[in-house]
């Protein structure tokens, strides 16, 4: 008999967005007026302009206003401060790099933090490190999380690998996860972010591998960070379930070998760090998630208007 | 800061049940008349008596009809062939151990394979191993499972164990479960049907390890089983991400130390396998299963009469 073609599952973003869209749609009918998105624009990488529009298109077919403001780079922090003191600004978003030195950080902390969409005030990084997840006492005005690492969490509830049997925030209980990047915008925050909801993660970079975790029983209440001397992938993949890259370059390559039989990959790299044999091992495959990411964008402007 | 609880969510048969029920009754709803199951009891073995007083129990709650026909072992093998031409009867079942050797096997191939719902008919345990999950080409007629095994199954999907994003039949992709017990009752088809649905499944017993597993990429149809010489639960548990025992008599308990941090773990023995303190380690954890497997039972019956 033949041999049967292999079983993985490829979820492009495109219906990740889809399913949560209609959240986002629920969300609107709620607000008495089209909420205005307002986008910076001061970047020369062309990768900026690209989101930027994608943005606008997003937003238009949605029901949201978006409004691209292209300021001179020095100019920028003055203008981001008139569109904090504008009533008629629900969301502001700064299409980064800039500078692409410190100054950069400088300028999300700029931002107000009712209208940080992006989830980068330092408040919210704080919260979440922290695994604070409300901004009030009574639990009723959620903390946003950033954009990218939000997104993955979102595709990774789509796959169904949260469990919503167990109790939210112990959803990833006995889940072990490798994260490869461990950037300060998305790697080392998903971690974190992952190890929080339960998860036993490994976040590898090219110096070395720190493991994420709330210990056994997730007695703590919010994960640990603990060296790993001497591992590698070599050490982690093996052991993983999850793994989730996002290598900048279009060089790097997720060792397929390593990989565990039936584990779920996905790529938040705009490169390709899986090649394309992956899907005769992994049992899902996520190829990309900028789609995703711009959902979650608009969801978040809904959610620090609640 | 006090250490927190652990975090373990505790799994009772009773919720499980109901929420199997709930599917029973729509079944019912199907049929234009009350089903009649027949419990043939021969055994002297008091845990048989309890068994058929639960399924009474259950049948009459749930709108089946149950009769309890008491028969001397000898004369069972007329009783059955009875109820099997009896147009009356829906379904029969028997209470082992009556012989307690291999007579007990050869009366459970008497029982009609139509009305054989504990669905121990060789051809039903025949397509079970294969992977022949209809008894029809055209797919309209299921073929049935046997019930404790198919219990296991059932309380998997609550748990969300298996992962509806997968195609049916893969939905287990990627999982690694360990059994222990290989009994040909339980334990065995227990480890071919998980094995089936794409999980990588080592089945323990006192003499060694076998791997049950549809191969890299789920390539192959049904599962093959692989010997692991000098295998030990030293070398499955650390793997498995979800327990399932069934060991006989109270003296046995699963060794802790060994299991994943989160792992998910169900006992099928009438006794505990798993002492209290796995609630420490795991992520979720069924204490025992038997209300499950007469719901099962009712169901099994109803998807014969389809």
Same mark, same amino acid.
């Given at each position: 008999?033949?041999?049967?073609?292999?079983?993985?599952?490829?979820?492009?973003?495109?219906?990740?967005?889809?399913?949560?869209?209609?959240?986002?749609?629920?969300?609107?009918?709620?607000?008495?007026?089209?909420?205005?998105?307002?986008?910076?624009?001061?970047?020369?990488?062309?990768?900026?302009?690209?989101?930027?529009?994608?943005?606008?298109?997003?937003?238009?077919?949605?029901?949201?206003?978006?409004?691209?403001?292209?300021?001179?780079?020095?100019?920028?922090?003055?203008?981001?401060?008139?569109?904090?003191?504008?009533?008629?600004?629900?969301?502001?978003?700064?299409?980064?790099?800039?500078?692409?030195?410190?100054?950069?950080?400088?300028?999300?902390?700029?931002?107000?933090?009712?209208?940080?969409?992006?989830?980068?005030?330092?408040?919210?990084?704080?919260?979440?490190?922290?695994?604070?997840?409300?901004?009030?006492?009574?639990?009723?005005?959620?903390?946003?999380?950033?954009?990218?690492?939000?997104?993955?969490?979102?595709?990774?509830?789509?796959?169904?690998?949260?469990?919503?049997?167990?109790?939210?925030?112990?959803?990833? $209980?006995?889940?072990?996860?490798?994260?490869?990047? #461990?950037? /300060? +915008? =998305?790697?080392? !925050?998903?971690?974190? %972010?992952?190890?929080?909801?339960?998860?036993?993660?490994?976040?590898?970079?090219?110096?070395?591998?720190?493991?994420? $975790?709330?210990?056994?029983?997730?007695?703590?209440? #919010?994960? /640990? +960070? =603990?060296?790993? !001397?001497?591992?590698? %992938?070599?050490?982690?993949?093996?052991?993983?379930?999850?793994?989730?890259?996002?290598?900048?370059?279009?060089?790097?390559?997720?060792?397929?070998?390593?990989?565990?039989?039936?584990?779920?990959?996905?790529?938040?790299?705009?490169?390709?760090?899986?090649?394309?044999?992956?899907?005769?091992?992994?049992?899902?495959?996520?190829?990309?998630?900028?789609?995703?990411?711009?959902?979650?964008?608009?969801?978040?402007?809904?959610?620090?208007?609640?």
């Amino acid at each position: 008999m033949a041999e049967e073609k292999p079983h993985c599952k490829v979820v492009l973003a495109n219906s990740i967005a889809k399913s949560l869209l209609e959240e986002v749609h629920d969300g609107l009918k709620k607000i008495d007026r089209k909420p205005l998105l307002v986008g910076f624009l001061s970047s020369a990488d062309p990768a900026a302009r690209v989101y930027a529009e994608w943005t606008g298109k997003t937003c238009n077919e949605n029901g949201f206003a978006f409004e691209l403001r292209e300021v001179d780079r020095e100019l920028l922090e003055d203008a981001i401060i008139d569109a904090n003191n504008d009533a008629k600004v629900d969301g502001i978003i700064v299409y980064y790099p800039i500078f692409g030195n410190r100054q950069d950080q400088y300028l999300q902390q700029i931002v107000d933090v009712s209208k940080d969409v992006e989830g980068l005030s330092h408040r919210y990084i704080f919260n979440m490190y922290q695994n604070i997840r409300f901004l009030d006492e009574h639990n009723q005005k959620k903390s946003l999380l950033p954009c990218t690492p939000l997104a993955v969490i979102k595709i990774l509830e789509y796959l169904r690998i949260y469990n919503t049997i167990l109790p939210y925030g112990n959803r990833l $209980h006995g889940r072990t996860v490798t994260v490869i990047n #461990r950037s /300060e +915008v =998305v790697g080392r !925050p998903l971690a974190a %972010l992952l190890a929080n909801d339960g998860a036993c993660v490994y976040s590898v970079d090219i110096e070395d591998v720190q493991q994420f $975790h709330r210990g056994e029983g997730l007695r703590k209440r #919010r994960h /640990e +960070v =603990v060296e790993k !001397p001497g591992w590698t %992938l070599e050490n982690c993949l093996p052991l993983s379930d999850v793994v989730i890259s996002g290598v900048p370059g279009d060089k790097y390559k997720v060792p397929l070998n390593l990989l565990r039989e039936g584990a779920v990959c996905i790529n938040f790299s705009s490169e390709r760090n899986f090649s394309p044999e992956v899907k005769e091992k992994a049992s899902i495959y996520v190829p990309a998630i900028g789609k995703v990411t711009i959902v979650v964008l608009l969801r978040n402007l809904l959610v620090s208007k609640r």
